[in-house]
Structure formats: C-alpha cells, structure tokens
C-alpha cells in the first residue's frame, strides 16, 4: 500500500548493502525562493545600487562646493571684523592693495605649502543703488572694499570669487 497521494514523488533509501525500498512523500510546498525570483531580486538590488553610486559624483562635488562657500564666508568675516577696528583714516593705506592667505580650514596662514586661499583688497569708492556714478555727500564718509578671494593652486579656467564690503567712517 503506497502512503502517498498519486501525485506526489516518492524517494528510496539506502541501507547498509541492501536496497530498502521505503516510501516517504515529498511536499510540493518547498520552502525557499526560485531561481527566477532571486534573479530578479538581484537585478533589482544592482540597480538601485548602480542609481546610488551614480549620484554620489554629484552629492560630493556639491558637498566641496558648499564647504568652500562657507570657507569664504568665513574669510569675508574676518576681513570685514578686521575693516571695522581697522581706523577709518587709515583705510587706503592698510587696505589699498592688500594680499592675505588662508589656509583650508579659513584660518590665516603665513606657511608657503599650508594656504588655500588668496585674498587681495582693493578700495573703490562707495556706489549708491540707484545712482550712475559714485559721487555723493557722503562719499566721504563711507568706502567700498573689494575682496577678491582665489583658490589655490590657481587654474587658470576657475573664476575668482568677489565681494563688496562697505565701511562706514563711525569716528575712530
């Protein structure tokens, strides 16, 4: 008498020397994944992953312009906290055509191999909005301050980047 349904296989065993003939049934509902599942399942993995890895070019040339604009922010800062204790008579003489450097941390930097950043000043007079030339009443109270901060080394396609600092003559 056969203890399994006609549809099911059935498997022999082997014993010792001899062949015993020993019938147990096998289930269809097998645990596990097919083949054609895993392969779609990997080809659907290698493709987020292939989207993944492409963005990461432009997340990181992102990320090193963002911490180059904070850079220069910074640097604008200290030269203008530098401008304001900096006495307003004395202007075009320190600040003229001055040249600084910074190093990649935004910190001043006198070591050759160390710097980053190049900052040049110049001083122009102060232009109004509004106003087609810079001539005014109060020109002579305020100045315009150029900061034209370079990466280093220099290449020659990279543009530098340039800010407009107004100081105010406030007496000292």
Same mark, same amino acid.
């Given at each position: 008498m056969n203890p399994c349904p006609p549809n099911q296989p059935q498997a022999s065993v082997l014993l010792s020397a001899s062949v015993v003939e020993r019938k147990t049934c096998w289930s269809i509902k097998l645990a596990g994944f097919s083949l054609v599942e895993v392969t779609l399942a990997l080809g659907l993995t290698t493709f987020c992953l292939? #989207?993944?890895?492409?963005?990461?070019?432009?997340?990181?040339?992102?990320?090193?312009? #963002?911490? @180059?604009q904070s850079i220069e922010s910074q640097i604008v800062q200290q030269i203008n906290s530098e401008?304001?204790?900096h006495p307003f008579s004395q202007l075009s003489t320190g600040y003229a055509a001055k040249t600084f450097y910074f190093d990649e941390e935004g910190k001043p930097s006198s070591i050759e191999g160390r710097t980053r950043y190049k900052v040049q000043t110049s001083l122009g007079s102060a232009t109004y909005p509004g106003s087609a030339n810079a001539a005014s009443p109060l020109d002579d109270s305020m100045r315009m301050v150029q900061v034209e901060i370079t990466r280093l080394? @220099?290449?020659? *396609? #990279?543009?530098? *980047?340039?800010?407009?600092l107004m100081v105010v003559d406030s007496g000292n």
């Open positions: 292939l #989207a993944v890895v492409g963005l990461l070019p432009v997340g990181l040339t992102t990320l090193r312009q #963002a911490t @180059e401008l304001l204790l080394p @220099e290449v020659p *396609s #990279a543009t530098p *980047s340039r800010f407009n």
